[in-house]
């Protein structure tokens, strides 16, 4: 047993005692763990106090006998094999009346387990089954995501001058997103948020957006390299949908289940709508650095669909738009397709 273990090991320390005539120095005090029920805490001190008292007063009256082998003067031999009798003597008897404290050892590991789940004390089960209600709500909170995605611009006529020197587009957003479980055991919620979305068409071999003197948007090339030529616009974003949870139900106790709607495999589908914010032409070349902040034609509201599947925090989607990407038929039936990662938090 255990406790047989410490009490040798005791006494091994009260026999080395007597032997050099040093003094042992026994700390049985628990360390203080600020996450403990303060029940339990109460309970464990004070079963810790009766074991304590215990101990002393077997510990002074197997000093009195060890006192009293040592005083026929043995060979250690001899000394040991009678310091064991005593030892497995006292080790019994302590077992015995530590037995008889009648501590219950379930009922506080149960009291302990309920802290750690609600981080609060509870005395009854209707308190009990109240709080794990409380606790394991349906979802309803606002989580941020940042996400990236590569953006094209789709034709379903023949390519225009756009989309014969269209290089590298992407599109950067960040933002809120509701999440809003039917729920507690559903696996479907509602999901809208609000997000800042930033489009960047970049342009290659040479060319740039320019206005005539009719304000109509083209491209033109510019007789010198350009190291950068690009039109960023960005867009306030507000999705509406739907997601599934395919994560198993969990029991919570107290005959109470639940679905941790934000884990797991979901797939999700939703419509977007945006308004624009502002559009920046940035041309950087031999020669030239402007930064244009007029309008360049940019459709002022933009509308689509999106698809997302999603493991835990981490997400891919394609989003495509239902509208043109530029207004009044400049660049004709250029709609943007994005396929891009998210990260949630």
Known sequence: ????????????????????????????????????????????????????????EEKKLMEAELLILQAKNLDKVEFDKQKSVIADRFSE???????????????????????????????SNEELKAK?????????NFSGYISYGIMNLTNDKADNILDKNLGYAGNFEFGLKFNYQFGRTSPWGLISGIGFSWRTLNIDNNMFFMKDINADVFLANFDKNLSKSKLR????MVPLGLQYNFSKLKNAGMDIQYRDYQKGFKVGANVYGG????????????????????NYQVSPFIYGAQFTVSYDDFSIFVKKDF?????DNKFENDKALVFGVALWW
């Not at 003094?23 to 996450?35: G, M």
């Not at 308004?275 to 940035?282: G, L, Y």
């Open 323 to 327: 509208g043109n990407f530029f207004k």
């Open 93 to 123: 008897k302590i077992d015995q009346r530590i037995e008889e404290l009648g501590f219950d050892l379930d009922n506080v590991i149960q009291k302990q387990v309920r802290y750690s789940l609600l981080n609060s004390d509870v005395t």
């Open 275 to 294: 308004v624009k914010m502002a559009t920046n032409n940035i041309i950087k070349g031999d020669g030239i650095s402007d930064r244009g902040r007029e």
């Open 132 to 140: 794990l209600l409380k606790k394991f709500r349906p979802v309803k």
């Open 233 to 236: 616009t960005g867009y306030i």
């Open 1 to 56: 047993m255990i406790k047989k273990f410490i009490m040798m090991g005791f006494v091994c320390l009260v026999s080395t005692s007597i032997y050099a005539q040093r003094k042992p120095i026994v700390n049985l005090q628990p360390k203080e763990d600020t996450e403990v029920s303060p029940i339990v805490k109460e309970k464990v001190d004070e079963y810790a106090k009766k074991i304590d008292a215990i101990i002393q």
